[in-house]
């Protein structure tokens, strides 16, 4: 059988990143140009100036990503781009390069979700052995989702209000970390205690859907009456005692699912995977069980252009295309 080579382009944030793999799994060339120190002084990302960043990155990483991999576009076979959720101007930029390159070079084109993406970089590792469920955790997204087949993802449970690394994020500039604050606050977790009992919000008893607001709340309430009573807290203890919560909701929600649900494997997918306390509770939750955890090395958990092949590929033999009127979608569905 001939060699698949899928080329990915992802610009859904702010990351401007390329990647071509071969056969679906067998990562060629993976190039990632952050822009993380140009949003930093904002302490989050400026959708415009990320939309500027894409524009002027994307043919020097399109190149490099060629060059690694010493193959041209007339080696590909299909061309796969973000096509959303994100944001609407990073993503164009994305869209409208793999057009002009479908385009000019009369290759197939196929949009892929960027969930879908996440999802799929464990594929990179491991073959999917179904059912399984997958725990998404971003900066955007939390959702618990069944997999029964290839491309078909059920949504079981998701955030009501912000998102597992949102919240991170927005704990971590309360507490006046540098963005993106999740790693800050990880490392900082590592070296703290559990001293505060942080509300769990566990929602009704059947439901695997997640509440981080009420926990953000309870974060920064502590912190201001701390303040006015001029007690000394160490935000290496509320790096813990917070991340003690996110961890402990996120991980039995995702077992009594897993058990529920009586899946194969379970995957964690997203920015927020990175987090090591996270990856050891769900180690040591799965380890006495029959069921396979999957979770990414960390350069393929953050966005990256590897995990849109990866995903595009299936969509590729499962037949998906798309038109020259592929279109980005900020508020994609899965
Ligand atoms: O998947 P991702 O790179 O971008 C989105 O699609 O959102 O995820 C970024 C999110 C940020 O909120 C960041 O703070 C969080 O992942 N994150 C972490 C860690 N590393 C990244 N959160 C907790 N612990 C970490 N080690
Ligand atoms: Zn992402």
Known sequence: KKDQYIIAIE?????????IVKNGTEVISNVVASQIESHKRFGGVVPEIASRHHVEQMTV?????????GLTIKDMDAITV?????????????VNTAKTLAFANNKPII??????GHIYANRLEKEFNFPLLALVVSGGHTELILMKEHGSF?????????????????????LQLPYPGGPMIDKLAAEGKETIDFPRAWLEDDSYDFSFSGLKSAVINKLHNAEQRNEELKK????ASFQASVVEVLSEKTYRAAM?????????????????GLRQALEDKFKETSMELLIPPLHLCTDN????????????EQGHRAGLDLNANPSLSL
């Open 11 to 19: 610009t859904s944030c702010d990351e401007t990143a390329v990647a």
């Open 61 to 69: 990483v399109l190149e490099e990503a060629f060059e690694q991999a």
């Open 82 to 94: 973000t096509e959303g959720p994100g944001l609407v101007g990073a993503l164009l930029v994305g």
């Open 111 to 116: 949009g892929v979700h960027h969930i879908a």
């Open 154 to 174: 059920e949504i079981i449970g998701e955030t009501r209000d912000d998102a597992a690394g949102e919240a991170y994020d927005k704990v971590a500039r309360t």
């Open 236 to 239: 290496e203890d509320i790096a």
């Open 260 to 276: 529920e649900h009586n899946v194969k494997q379970v995957i964690v997918a997203g920015g927020v995977a990175a987090n090591r």
């Open 305 to 316: 252009a590897a995990m849109i092949a990866a995903a595009g590929s299936i969509a590729f």
